[in-house]
């Protein structure tokens, strides 16, 4: 009863910008926790951010603090990854997650839904 669907992915210039959104179809407000993972071909799934139920909370993987920002928009049931200063090596196909949790989680596992995702490419 729960559907996620990434956008907003593309091929970008290092140093340039580029905003994520994952639209959260759900019977009833449910999915409390909400994050952003990725995965690079031939590697593993790997975190990049997570947001509590108000915003008020936030996580980031070493690899992106500071230049990553999630937020959310809960009146729109909407999730949002704002990808500044973009490297090649943030290559990926970018997943969002939910789950009903209000515990903050970088576990993928944890993660009860995910969107089929978005490719993001960033040349050098």
């Known amino acids: 009863q729960v559907q996620l669907v990434e956008s907003g992915g593309g091929l970008v210039q290092a140093g340039n910008s580029l905003t994520l959104s994952c639209a959260v179809s759900?019977?009833?407000?449910?999915?409390?926790?909400r994050g952003w993972f990725r995965q690079a071909p031939g590697k593993a799934r790997e975190f990049v951010s997570a947001i509590s139920l108000s915003g008020g909370s936030t996580y980031y993987a070493d690899s992106v603090k500071g230049r990553f920002t999630i937020s959310r928009d809960n009146a729109k049931n909407t999730l949002y990854l704002q990808m500044n200063n973009l490297k090649p090596e943030d290559t990926a196909v970018y997943y969002c997650?939910?789950?009903?949790?209000?515990?903050?989680?970088?576990?993928?596992?944890?993660?009860?839904?995910w969107g089929q995702g978005t490719q993001v490419t960033v040349s050098s």
């Open positions: 997650a939910a789950r009903g949790g209000r515990r903050i989680s970088a576990v993928a596992r944890d993660y009860g839904y």
């Open positions: 759900e019977r009833t407000f449910t999915t409390y926790t």
